[in-house]
């Protein structure tokens, strides 16, 4: 089985990489997308993620697999940073219900008409989307980085140069510096 493009005529854009077939719709064609993909065979949800897409929005990505044609079909969609939102998938494929949880809490993206939109991974009290680019980690300032060393630690036998302390990756210059 195919994929039913035409169903969707310009509303839908298929692309092929690396043999791979993408279909990418608008938001308020999410659901029916799910469901065509779904109709047209593939009926196993492999995985649904969000993708941080700074500065605008999310791209929020669904995995789907024919198992009698061994297929496989990408569906995006984008969704504005300023109100995440879109409809569960759960009434299409039940197996999306542990995917949007997780999407929800590690992006923001709100899936209305979830039956239990609740944190899954992270602990109780958990403030922020970690997933965002825009998250700092706070954790890295609080414990050193474990590739900075002091000068002369190390092995002075080995000859190897002493580094100078650098912040790692996604923390701003101005954390954890006094004065």
Same mark, same amino acid.
Request: a neutral charge; aromatic letters at 8%.
């Given at each position: 089985?195919?994929?039913?493009?035409?169903?969707?005529?310009?509303?839908?854009?298929?692309?092929?990489?690396?043999?791979?077939?993408? =279909?990418?719709?608008? =938001?308020?064609? !999410?659901?029916?997308?799910?469901?065509?993909?779904?109709?047209?065979?593939y009926a196993f949800l492999d995985w649904l993620t969000g993708v941080d897409d700074p500065p605008d929005g999310f791209c929020v990505v669904a995995?789907?697999?024919?198992?009698?044609?061994?297929?496989?079909?990408?569906?995006?969609?984008?969704?504005?940073? =300023?109100?995440?939102?879109?409809?569960?998938?759960?009434?299409?494929?039940?197996?999306?219900?542990?995917?949007?949880? $997780?999407?929800?809490?590690?992006?923001?993206?709100?899936?209305?008409?979830?039956?239990?939109?609740?944190p899954l991974l992270l602990p109780e009290g958990f403030e922020g989307f970690p997933l965002r680019k825009d998250f700092v980690l706070a954790s890295?300032?609080?414990?050193? !980085?474990? %590739?900075?060393?002091?000068?002369? $630690?190390?092995? $002075?036998?080995?000859?190897?140069?002493?580094?100078?302390?650098?912040?790692?990756? %996604?923390?701003?210059?101005? !954390? %954890?510096?006094? %004065?």
């Open positions: 089985m195919s994929f039913p493009a035409e169903r969707y005529g310009s509303r839908v854009r298929l692309s092929e990489s690396f043999g791979e077939t993408t =279909a990418d719709v608008a =938001a308020e064609d !999410w659901l029916e997308l799910l469901t065509a993909a779904r109709d047209a065979g995995h789907v697999y024919d198992p009698a044609a061994h297929a496989r079909l990408l569906l995006r969609t984008r969704v504005p940073r =300023a109100d995440p939102r879109l409809p569960s998938a759960v009434g299409v494929f039940r197996g999306a219900n542990w995917h949007e949880r $997780e999407t929800f809490e590690m992006f923001g993206v709100v899936f209305e008409g979830h039956p239990n939109l609740v890295r300032v609080a414990k050193a !980085w474990p %590739g900075a060393k002091e000068p002369g $630690e190390g092995r $002075e036998s080995e000859g190897s140069p002493s580094r100078r302390k650098t912040l790692p990756p %996604g923390v701003p210059a101005d !954390w %954890g510096r006094d %004065g």
